[in-house]
């Protein structure tokens, strides 16, 4: 049988993320290798001849699954007909910018991308936030596209999931594979929360394995919320190749379902669960199945959790007064 094509959707193609990224998508390890593709990749115009240049090398590879490659600088065009939208593609803070300012500038990039996904994407649309502030960029788009369901929108959180996995398979000698139901919470930022009271390692409570609060509070968390910080300072440059990982994650996961027993963690527009005002894009343990996501209920939050989980929260709460202010909501 013949299935038809996916668009996928790829901004900042021409970034160091896209070019980690579109090779796996094309590949056929975002979707399925049973799923075409077809590619939508925005740029801005001074980049539109690197991302000819990623394109060729796409043509090189002589991918099975994929189908055609578009590159365009208009967001609708780029937004055609798009089943599944990475937005990669964001403005970079500089020397001497505020907070506001960046969140500003980033405005002036997600609300049209937003508007163009509400006019111009097919109805089933997911959208992948990975651009930073992600979390207040994602809220940025959705706030643009009243048309599409809310919960399309979601920001990445799994490389910071995917970091902590790691930072805990270290430290118990156990390997990724035996951990399961890590959280992280609130926002992909250095307040971000690395839970491990709910997780498990070979079946045994996590936290009681370690069985060290001090390690937990004084390197563990640090570690995870502050590793993007590390990279930049070993590479001279941001993540790029984990964060595509991550991208590629995020949505095999939502498309094709948790694993039985374990969740995830996605940023994602709260329904209000855990004490999260609704509407602010935060990362909650979610499982998914037949490409939807569902928070998971009924977790004990005990109080290092608690304070944790408001303080980024709060963080988020402030952001999403910062774009209001702005009028970008
Ligand atoms: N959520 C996460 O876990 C995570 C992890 C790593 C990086 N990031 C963020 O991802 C973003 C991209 O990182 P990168 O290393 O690829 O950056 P990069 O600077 O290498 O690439 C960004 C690309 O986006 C393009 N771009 C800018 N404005 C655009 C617009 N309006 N439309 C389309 N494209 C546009 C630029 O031309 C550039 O090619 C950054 O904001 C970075 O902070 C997030
Ligand atoms: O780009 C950054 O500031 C860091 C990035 O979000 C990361 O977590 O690696």
Redesign the pocket.
């Known amino acids: 049988m013949t299935r038809t094509p996916v668009n996928v959707t790829v ?8 070019y980690a990224l579109l090779f796996r998508i094309a590949s056929g390890q975002l979707l399925g290798a049973d799923v075409p593709v077809k590619l939508r990749l ?3 115009t ?2 539109l001849k ?1 991302a000819e240049g990623t394109a060729m090398e796409l043509d090189d590879c002589a991918f099975p699954l994929l189908q055609g490659i578009e590159i365009t ?1 208009d ?1 609708n065009v780029a937004f055609d007909g798009s089943n599944v939208a990475l937005l ?5 803070r500089t020397k001497g910018m505020e907070r506001g300012d960046l969140l500003e500038a980033n405005g002036g ?1 997600f609300k049209p ?1 937003g508007k163009a996904i509400n006019d111009h994407a097919a109805d089933d649309i997911k959208v992948l936030v ?3 502030p ?1 979390n207040t960029n994602a809220l940025i788009a959705q706030a643009a596209a009243p048309d599409v369901p809310a919960e399309r929108f979601t ?6 999931h995917n970091r902590a996995l790691t930072q805990l398979a270290k430290k118990t000698g156990s390997t990724v594979a035996d951990i399961k139901r890590l959280t992280i919470w609130g926002n ?1 930022s250095a307040t971000q929360y690395p839970d491990i009271f709910h997780a498990t390692i070979g079946g045994k409570n996590a936290a009681e394995t370690v069985n060290d609060e001090k390690w937990l509070a004084e390197d563990f968390i640090p570690t995870v919320a502050k590793r ?1 910080a590390a990279i930049i300072e070993a590479r001279g ?4 190749a984990s ?1 595509a990982n ?1 991208a590629i994650d995020h949505v095999h996961t939502w498309v094709n379902g948790t694993a039985d027993g374990d969740w995830t963690s996605m940023g994602i527009p709260s329904d209000g669960s855990y004490g999260v005002p609704e509407g602010l894009i935060s990362s909650f343990p979610v499982t998914t199945k037949d490409g939807k996501y569902e928070i998971v209920q009924g977790l004990d939050i005990n109080e290092f959790s608690r304070a944790r989980i408001d303080a980024s929260v709060k963080e988020l709460s402030e952001e999403r007064d910062a774009v209001r202010g702005l009028g970008l909501l």
């Open positions: 901004t900042g193609a021409a970034g160091q993320i896209g925005l740029e801005i001074p980049a690197a600088d967001p990669v593609g964001a403005r970079p990039i991308q990975v651009g930073n992600a920001a990445m959180t799994r490389l910071d992909h993007g440059a941001s993540s790029a964060a991550a």
